[in-house]
Structure formats: structure tokens, C-alpha cells
């Protein structure tokens, strides 16, 4: 078995396994990938379809039928794990202020879905990744994306992803990622167990504009990663093809046009990340 192959075990009836190849640190303690490929993977779990971050969003990806759901996670200013994208609050409650400004119970007041323009799911409070885990447990699998602030970690997040993700038997369906490498890193050396992205956007593609895929590879191998995690417009066959021959796995973001998500698929790449998985999985025949 592959290190760089993310363990899949909560059994919902897809057979094809993974591609084979040598991981980035050699033989692997997980299991065999049993995912049909692409992964479908719900961003903040299907934000076009509901509020995001919500486990209203979440519900409905698991009633979709993801093979994993993404989230993003900061840390309250009593040091619980919530969910939520930005670390302003404004853009999707109607709170003012910081998430790590606020203790929990002042978060779990407001409403996450103030702002959603779709059809209404009601008033949602802002889930923790306890509450988020517990939904997916034996449903699907999650990407838990630790953000930072102003380019600066929360301390000691990590740990406490981690803690929660064991806690609640999850350890072989995460994936940590981060656009933040030394996230991924601490994460990497806490349980390497786990599996963890790396997160490129278009400024990491601007600092390396000549950069051939093999040395992109190389930065990507050195920590030790499982998945390299490119904006989906930065994916291509040689990038994909590099990932691969090094034991890495391709997952792109955020895909939400047909024409993209079937240039995707026939790219190899093995996750594609969407704010519409039901129409994700329409074009991938599911």
C-alpha cells in the first residue's frame, strides 16, 4: 500500500481503487483508496446549493452523495474549533468582528445563514468541527482546511484539529490541507498518520512562473504531503503526471463550470472540488 493513497473506509459502495505508486515516504500504514476517481468534494459543503460552513450545507451534500465535503476552521477566542471561512464574520452572519475575537458561546448566537441569497434554510449557527464530524462520521469523508489570520497560525490549532479528528474515529478520512505549508507540516510531524494538501493558489504559481512541474513536485515532496492542491485553472497533463510519478495526488478548486469539471476528469486529476457536487456529479456520470 501507497502512503501518498488517502485511507477510505466508511463504505458507501464505490468500488475502483485508486492508481498505484510509490508514496512520498515510502510504504504506507493505510489502507487501499476504495473512492471511484475523481473525488467528488463539496466546498464548504456546496455553497451554491446552501449557506456555507453550515451543516444545513453539509446535510445536503450527504443527501447528494459526495465522496468528501470541505470546510474551513479557525479558533475562538476560547479556543474551540469552529467553522467557518473568512476570519471576519460579516460576510456570512449577521456578526461583526473576528471569529478568534469572540468566545463560543457568542459565535453559536449568530446566524451563519444571514446572508446566503438561495433558497432558506432557516436560521444556522455557526457549527463547531466536533459538530461537523459527528454528521459525516460513516457518510462521507472531509478536507478540513486550517486557515490563518493575516498570514499569522493560531496556536497550537493543529493539535486540536487533530485531537477532535481522533476523537471522533476520523483520522483515515481527513484530509488536513492549507495554503500555509508549515500548517501542513505540523500536522505531518503531530500524526503522520494523516493525510494532508497542500493548498497553491495563482499568487504561489506567480512566484514560480518558469518553474517546471518536476521542481514543483520537489517542493510538494519535501512535506511530505499526499495531495498537491492547485486552483484548477494551474492544473495541467504535465503538472498532474509529475504529481503522480512522485506518489502525489492531484486535487483542484473550485470547479463549478461543466467545461472545466470534464477537462478535469480527463486530466486524471484524483479530487475535484466543487460549489455545485450535484452537478460535479452529473458530469462524471455518478
Not at 475575537?101 to 432557516?122: M, Q, V
Request: hydrophobic share 45%; net charge negative.
Amino acid at each position: 500500500m501507497e502512503r501518498g493513497i488517502l485511507a477510505m473506509t466508511v463504505g458507501l459502495g464505490l468500488l475502483a481503487s485508486a492508481c498505484a505508486g510509490p508514496g512520498p515516504t515510502g510504504p504506507a500504514t493505510k489502507a487501499a483508496d476504495r473512492w471511484t476517481r475523481p473525488l467528488i468534494v463539496a466546498h464548504r459543503g456546496g455553497a451554491a446549493l446552501a449557506p456555507e460552513n453550515t451543516l444545513a450545507a453539509f446535510e445536503n451534500a450527504l443527501r447528494i452523495g459526495v465522496d468528501m465535503v470541505e470546510l474551513d476552521v479557525h479558533l475562538s477566542l476560547d479556543g474551540a474549533v469552529v467553522v467557518m471561512h473568512d476570519s471576519d464574520l460579516s460576510r456570512t452572519t449577521d456578526g461583526k468582528g473576528r471569529v478568534g475575537e469572540l468566545p463560543l458561546d457568542e459565535l453559536l448566537r449568530l446566524n451563519a445563514a444571514a446572508t446566503f441569497r438561495g433558497p432558506s434554510f432557516g436560521s444556522q449557527a455557526v457549527p463547531t468541527l466536533a459538530d461537523v464530524l459527528r454528521l459525516v462520521k460513516d457518510k462521507a469523508g472531509a478536507q478540513i482546511e486550517i486557515k490563518t489570520v493575516d498570514g499569522k497560525r493560531y496556536p497550537g490549532i493543529e493539535e486540536k484539529v487533530l485531537a477532535k479528528v481522533a476523537e471522533y474515529g476520523m483520522t483515515d478520512n481527513v484530509v488536513i490541507i492549507s495554503f500555509d505549508f508549515e500548517t501542513i507540516k505540523t500536522a505531518r510531524a503531530l500524526n503522520p498518520r494523516v493525510a494532508t494538501g497542500a493548498l497553491a493558489s495563482r499568487e504561489y504559481f506567480l512566484r514560480r512562473p518558469l518553474e517546471r512541474p518536476e521542481k514543483i513536485m520537489e517542493d510538494i515532496f519535501s512535506l511530505k504531503a499526499d495531495y498537491f492542491m492547485p486552483q484548477y485553472s494551474y492544473a495541467s497533463d504535465a503538472l498532474v503526471q509529475a504529481a503522480h510519478k512522485t506518489g502525489i495526488k492531484v486535487g483542484v478548486w473550485t470547479v463549478n463550470d461543466e467545461t472545466a469539471m470534464a477537462k478535469m476528469r480527463d486530466l486524471g486529476v484524483d479530487a475535484i472540488t466543487s460549489d455545485r457536487p450535484d452537478l460535479l456529479k452529473e458530469v462524471l456520470g455518478r
